[in-house]
């Protein structure tokens, strides 16, 4: 039970931290899902400096509940993402789509490495 409590709270976090994301960028106007880009690049880098501490054993199961499986997953979306990226290729922005999806790859994967690095790199 206490599992669930973990990420519950953690994915709750998570999300609130995205909406304030969505509020800070829904201001600028831009034509293009940045609000779910930057989310999900900061959720990757979490996710990468976690999942280093959790493979060489500095994570205790708590935080890999409250964090990994909570924060981040309430953190980044990948539901969002894929309706954003659907909604510019029926509007005919075909080239913003595929720029949100291989922008949004290729950044989160380097994102998430180097959270893996800053996390060798503390410690």
């Known amino acids: 039970m206490l599992k669930f409590l973990l990420v519950f709270l953690g994915g709750g976090l998570g999300s609130m ?15 293009f899902p940045m609000a779910t880009l930057l989310a999900n690049i900061i959720s990757c880098f979490i996710l990468g400096f976690l999942l280093q501490l959790l493979w060489h054993d500095q994570l205790s199961d708590t935080y890999k509940f409250l964090l990994v499986t909570g924060f981040c997953g309430g953190f980044s979306t990948f539901s969002t993402f894929t ?3 659907f909604l510019l290729a ?17 950044i989160c994967l380097i994102a998430l ?11």
């Open 90 to 106: 029926e509007s005919g922005n075909y080239l913003m789509a595929a720029l949100n999806i291989m922008g949004s790859l290729l």
């Open 17 to 31: 931290f995205r909406f304030g994301i969505a509020e800070l960028v829904d201001g600028l106007k831009i034509q």
């Open 113 to 123: 490495y180097l959270g893996i690095k800053a996390s060798l790199a503390i410690h």
């Open 83 to 85: 309706g954003e990226t």
